[in-house]
């Protein structure tokens, strides 16, 4: 079954209001991990096999924040684990979608 996880990392303790530049090292990162991700607004969602990989994916994100220049990082983590179906990122934008149009 697939897990759905959305990551926030917040950069903290730059000189800069600015974040964009750091998050895209973050989202790299995902990215050269072979990951299934969404960018969104105010974080990255993420599809893996189980739950045991996030701790992978959080330990290389943060390791590229801090290579940033980044002192501080504070990481909010939502996980949709649902083993009675198997749902992807795309299936659940679809439904919504559809269900507005």
């Not at 801090?66 to 439904?95: L, S």
């Amino acid at each position: 079954m697939t897990v759905i996880v959305e990551i926030a990392v917040d950069p903290i303790g730059t000189s800069s209001t600015e974040a964009g530049n750091i998050i895209v090292e973050a989202v790299k990162t995902i990215k050269n991990m072979g990951v299934k991700f969404q960018v969104c607004p105010m974080g990255t969602c993420i599809e893996l096999e189980n739950t045991d990989e996030l701790g992978r994916v959080i330990t290389a994100v943060h390791d590229a924040v801090y290579k940033a220049g980044v002192k501080r990082i504070v990481t909010t983590v939502r996980i949709d684990d649902r083993r009675d179906k198997d749902e992807t990122m795309e299936y659940k934008v679809k439904r919504v979608l559809e269900g507005q149009l």
